[in-house]
């Protein structure tokens, strides 16, 4: 068995913020932010909630994938920043689409899509599910710490959603984490209990942005080349390549490693920014609606986050 993608849809918020606009906020230019990272700018929210993002995602991929809500039988949202810590966003998008199901949020950080894609095929080879809806949807700028212009230029929010079924489309999906809250994190509630004698942690993004960037690219690269073989097939039978969109120069190190051509890489980091598990199903959508992806075309997908967690795939676009 095995799954297939039935539809997508993505959401991002109205307001797009240019590297201009934060030179305004900060100590930051135009020149250090596109040189360092291809982002030009990055949608945040201002009155979205992250719920309206990730439920009309929802709603866009269940259009295209033809089908009644009511045939889904599971929600899985990836996400880091929940409106609510509970219910889970999964909840919430049940209750806004008006559907009752299993539903769960899962925390990979960015390769949260992947792991979605991984645990969406085991209930699905398992039986228990037959349609779901893998959401993700982050709102990395509200976790941003505005005062620190190395990380809070880096981020986006969005939303990106995908409708799965059992097919044979996945070819190889894998994900691993190695625990390590030294070069990414986010403190969790400290809440006010009197009997707490631990030290509150701030609630903002904490990221030593040169040692990711290393992890980054050596596990995109050995995570890709593995999952080919395991896919049964080489570089030169993949049509194109969504890598998270952290950092251009990240993709533009993986361009150089791997036997790849470049016009293969899709990107919309220059618009979108970092938006953690949401960037490469949003990614996926806009490329699926501009018509890029035609029947049987394979496509190789790598994602690398906090944790620090990878997860990588190959999967044939099958609409
Ligand atoms: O999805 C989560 C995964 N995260 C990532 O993928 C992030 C991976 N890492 C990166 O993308 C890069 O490490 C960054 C883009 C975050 C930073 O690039 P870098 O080349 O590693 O720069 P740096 O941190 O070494 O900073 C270089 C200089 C510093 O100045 P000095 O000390 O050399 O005088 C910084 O203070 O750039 C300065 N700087 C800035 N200048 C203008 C840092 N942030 C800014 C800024 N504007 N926004």
Redesign the pocket.
């Known amino acids: 068995m095995g799954l297939k993608i039935l539809g997508t849809g993505s959401s991002l918020p109205k307001l797009s913020v240019t590297n201009d606009m934060l030179s305004g906020l900060?100590?930051?230019?135009d020149e250090?932010?596109s040189t360092?990272?291809g982002i030009k700018s990055r949608y945040i929210c201002s009155d979205e909630k992250l719920l309206d993002l990730a439920a009309d995602a929802a709603k866009k991929a269940i259009d295209m994938a033809r089908i009644d809500k009511d045939e889904i039988d599971t929600i899985i949202c990836t996400t880091v920043c929940s409106d609510y810590l509970t219910p889970s966003m999964a909840c919430m998008i049940n209750k806004e689409l008006g559907i009752s199901c299993r539903s769960l949020d899962i925390n990979a950080?960015?390769s949260g899509f992947i792991y979605g894609l991984e645990l969406a095929k085991a209930y699905i080879d398992s039986g228990i599910a037959k349609k779901i809806l893998l959401v993700s949807a982050e709102n990395m700028t509200r976790l941003s710490d505005w005062s620190d212009?190395?990380?809070c230029?880096?981020f986006g929010d969005g939303a990106g959603a995908t409708v799965l079924s059992e097919g044979d489309d996945l070819m190889a999906v894998s994900v691993t984490a190695r625990g390590n809250e030294e070069l990414?994190n986010i403190s969790g509630i400290h809440g006010n209990s009197p009997f707490d004698k631990t030290e509150a942690g701030e609630n903002f993004l904490h990221?030593n942005?040169?040692e990711?960037?290393k992890f980054?690219v050596s596990s995109i690269c050995e995570e890709l080349e593995k999952t080919v073989k395991e896919a049964g097939i080489e570089f030169k039978d993949v049509d194109y390549i969504l890598l998270?969109q952290?950092?251009m120069?990240?993709i533009g190190a993986a361009q150089k490693r791997l036997p790849v051509a470049k016009e293969k890489y899709l990107s919309n980091i220059d618009r979108c920014g970092?938006t953690?598990s949401a960037s490469i199903p949003i990614l996926l959508d806009e490329e699926a609606r501009k018509g890029r992806f035609k029947k049987g075309d394979v496509l190789l997908m790598s994602a690398?986050?906090?944790g620090l967690t990878t997860g990588t795939c190959a999967i044939k676009w099958g609409i």
């Not at 900060?26 to 230019?29: G, H, I, L, V």
């Open positions: 900060m100590d930051t230019n250090w932010i360092r990272t950080a960015c212009r190395s990380t230029v880096l990414l990221m942005g040169k990711v960037y980054a998270h952290a950092n120069r990240i970092n953690s690398f986050g906090g």
